[in-house]
């Protein structure tokens, strides 16, 4: 979530008129200032003749610097695998608040030779000393500093494993050139971002708690200002172990033995053995077709590419465009809060629970779902046998990435809430994630979050936690784009809302800048972001049918690229509720 004295620093004249566009309308005013915005960043497209080519590559990433990053590497002569890289490792260290080596990752890969999509899993994983009673006060009530605050909180760590893995199967460039901008952010230093700074001085109690998690984020004794440098040197040395000894410079040897150490000192139960067992694994994606279009998404162990599909399976056969729009608005919640309701019943990690995905995906199965939705009335959530979900967190970072041969990377990373567990790993500079609050720690007891947990996703040592991280594709004939967003449970929500803006003919962006629309089963209400145009009888006549309404904080942080094929155009769009994001299209040779 951003403060609005930066959204509205950030706020630029408009610089043309927008179509008005059926179904997704409430979004429209935040249009004016994303297409400023991205007119500057991704080039101007109806108006002007397509200025890119084929060798043009896109890229769209929540920071300046891991953009530039990304562009650096693709100009060394690597694909967008190694860019990917390059902006993974960068914004671990520029944007340490939302992912970084200390978390993971869930990423969609293209490879263009050989038209192959894969998904990559770098999810953290539970300890093998996990255990409930850790989680617990001594009244048997959830203890959440110990799930979100401090080394117990952390799974172990896979974003290094997840990179070194892409580098080796899929990237052109040896890793220790990918991670050279990194290693130069961290070493010589940049400007903190707004949000980095608010962060750290939100978090200080829980940061000043750890030695190291002090020196790094106060290093002269008070949080870093947005003008001067922050530089991250033991993050530098642990990038160059990687750099050297690819993934194992991260998970054995010094860096592991340091971790390990301050772990334990601090009370975690971290081994030398979880880190040398973490490997990253390469599973098929999901794949469906809507509207004409291939869908590519996550599968277990995110919820949100099953979601996702059960939406869009849902409202195949209904058409849309002939709705009036409280209808369409009808139809659409009602999609999200059936998807919803099995998001946390049936799903979690694949390699430990068996899940009826078959059932889950079916277009039968979505018939069925389909039948139960009273043309003009709300369903409540109450009537329907009830499972918890957890609310919107608003933390963790998306970029999206096509190279000049169309290969492409769609990825979502996270330490999970702002700046993890808030608890560095000692002189290693990698600051933990705070991860296992995503699993149902306590067993019939709600987590952080309102999650309570069902045995598919308890917390068992090796076992990765349950995701709501969406990377997706969206393939058409002419048209193709490379999705993705932060912000926990709402990630599936502003992923399905943008896989219709693209199909519904938007740009990068345009679907950034959509007002965004939320309903998740549970609490039974449905969250529009304020400032969209959804008119006043449209908004009465919902909640006649039933519906609450809650005019909500912006949430989300979506990075998009979009290839017009037909017009051989690429745009590429950072959300314009960050000020610090950057979406560029620009020649690479
Ligand atoms: N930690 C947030 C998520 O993976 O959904």
């Not at 009673?133 to 500093?145: Q, S």
């Not at 961290?186 to 962060?199: I, K, M, Q, T």
């Not at 200080?204 to 002090?214: G, Q, W």
């Not at 049918?545 to 590429?572: F, H, P």
Request: proline share 6%; hydrophobic share 40%.
């Amino acid at each position: 979530m951003f403060d609005q004295d930066t959204l509205q620093s950030r706020a630029k004249p408009a610089c043309r008129a927008m179509p008005d566009h059926h179904y997704l309308r409430w979004y429209r005013p935040m249009l004016a200032a994303a297409i400023a915005t991205f007119s500057v960043l991704a080039y101007a497209q109806d108006d002007t003749p397509p200025r890119t080519t084929t060798t043009t590559a896109a890229i769209a990433s929540a920071n300046v610097l891991a953009t530039e990053a990304g562009f650096e590497t693709l100009a060394q002569g690597g694909n967008a695998v190694d860019a990917a890289i390059a902006v993974a490792t960068s914004l671990s260290v520029v944007q340490p608040e939302a992912s970084g080596l200390g978390g993971g990752f869930l990423a969609l890969i293209h490879d263009a030779a050989t038209g192959k999509d894969t998904f990559i899993d770098s999810r953290e994983m539970a300890p093998q000393a996990v255990s409930e009673a850790d989680y617990l006060n001594a009244d048997g009530t959830p203890n959440r500093d110990t799930s979100l605050n401090g080394p117990l909180a952390a799974g172990i760590p896979g974003m290094p494993a997840g990179l070194a893995y892409m580098a080796e199967k899929y990237g052109k460039l040896p890793l220790a050139v990918s991670l050279r901008p990194a290693i130069r952010l961290a070493d010589e230093g940049f400007h903190p971002s707004g949000a980095l700074v608010r962060s750290i001085t939100r978090k200080e109690e829980v940061l000043r708690r750890y030695p190291a998690s002090t020196s790094k984020f106060f290093p002269d004794g008070k949080a870093p200002q947005e003008t001067g440098i922050f530089r991250d040197p033991g993050q530098g040395a642990t990038l160059k172990a990687m750099a050297e000894r690819g993934a194992d410079g991260f998970y054995k040897g010094p860096v592991a033995k340091e971790m390990v150490k301050a772990v334990k000192a601090a009370g975690g139960t971290w081994t030398l053995a979880d880190l040398a067992s973490y490997q990253a694994k390469e599973r098929a994606p999901i794949e469906l077709d809507y509207a004409g279009y291939k869908i590519v998404t996550a599968p277990p162990p995110s919820s949100g590419g099953v979601a996702v599909a059960e939406m869009l399976n849902i409202l195949a056969p209904i058409d849309l465009k002939s709705m009036d729009e409280a209808h369409r608005i009808h139809y659409l919640v009602e999609a999200m809060r059936r998807a919803f309701r099995d998001h946390n019943e049936y799903l979690g990690d694949p390699d430990f629970v068996k899940m009826p995905l078959n059932m889950l995906l079916s277009p039968y199965y979505a018939d069925g779902l389909r039948q139960s939705i009273l043309p003009g009335q709300a369903t409540k959530s109450a009537w329907l046998p009830s499972v918890a979900v957890k609310d919107p967190g608003m933390h963790t970072t998306h970029f999206s990435i096509i190279d000049k041969d169309g290969n492409m990377v769609s990825m979502t990373a996270t330490v999970n809430t702002t700046l993890g567990s808030g608890f560095v790993a000692g002189s290693s500079g990698v600051l933990l994630n705070n991860e296992m609050d995503d699993f149902a720690l306590v067993a019939g007891q709600p987590n952080a979050f309102g999650l309570i947990g069902g045995s598919a996703n308890a917390a068992v040592g090796g076992k990765r936690m349950l995701s709501s991280m969406t990377p997706s594709f969206v393939v058409g004939k002419d048209r193709l784009a490379v999705i993705g967003s932060p912000g926990g449970s709402t990630i599936i929500t502003q992923v399905f809302g943008a896989i219709l803006a693209f199909i519904d003919g938007k740009d990068a962006g345009q679907i950034t800048a959509q007002k965004r629309i939320h309903h998740q089963f549970m609490p039974d209400r449905v969250d529009i972001e304020k400032g969209s145009d959804i008119p006043a009888d449209v908004l009465a006549k919902l909640e006649e049918m039933g519906y609450e309404i809650n005019d909500a904080d912006s949430w989300g942080n979506m990075n998009v690229v979009v290839w017009d094929r037909a017009r051989n155009l690429k745009t590429a769009a950072s959300d314009p509720r960050n000020p610090n994001g950057l979406g560029k299209v620009e020649a690479v040779h």
